[in-house]
C-alpha cells in the first residue's frame, strides 16, 4: 500500500523560506522519479518540480532559482527547498512518483501573505 505523507507547509511572508518533507512507503523510493506538485484553488494540479532516481532536477520555469528539489533515498523521502516566496506561491503542495496511477496523500498547505 502506497503512502505518501507531506510536511513542512504553512503561513509565511512573501520572501520567505519553507521546507517541505515527503515520506513515502510503499514503493521502491530509490529508483522512483519523484515530483512536487502544487494545487491553488480553482487552478489544476501542476507539477513544479521533479527529480530523476539519478538525482538530476528539473524546474518549472515559474520556480526555478527559488525552489531546490532533494531526495534521501536512505530515509524514503523527498524535500522541497523554497526560497523567495511569493503570493502566487499558495497553494496546497503534493508529492507522489512522477506518473504514478495511485492516489494523493494528503498535501500541506502552504500560504504566502504579500
Known amino acids: 500500500q502506497v503512502q505518501l505523507v507531506e510536511s513542512g507547509g504553512g503561513l509565511v511572508q512573501a520572501g520567505g523560506s519553507l521546507r517541505l518533507s515527503c515520506a513515502a512507503s510503499g514503493i521502491t523510493f530509490s529508483s522512483s522519479p519523484m515530483g512536487w506538485y502544487r494545487q491553488a484553488p480553482g487552478k489544476q494540479r501542476e507539477l513544479v518540480a521533479r527529480?530523476?532516481?539519478?538525482?538530476?532536477?528539473y524546474y518549472v520555469d515559474s520556480v526555478k532559482g527559488r525552489f531546490t528539489i532533494s531526495r534521501d533515498n536512505a530515509k524514503n523521502t523527498v524535500y522541497l527547498q523554497m526560497n523567495s516566496l511569493k503570493p502566487e506561491d499558495t497553494a496546497v503542495y503534493y508529492c507522489?512518483?512522477?506518473?504514478?496511477?495511485w492516489g494523493w496523500g494528503q498535501g500541506t498547505q502552504v500560504t504566502v501573505s504579500s
Open positions: 527529480i530523476t532516481s539519478g538525482y538530476i532536477a
Open positions: 507522489n512518483r512522477v506518473g504514478a496511477n
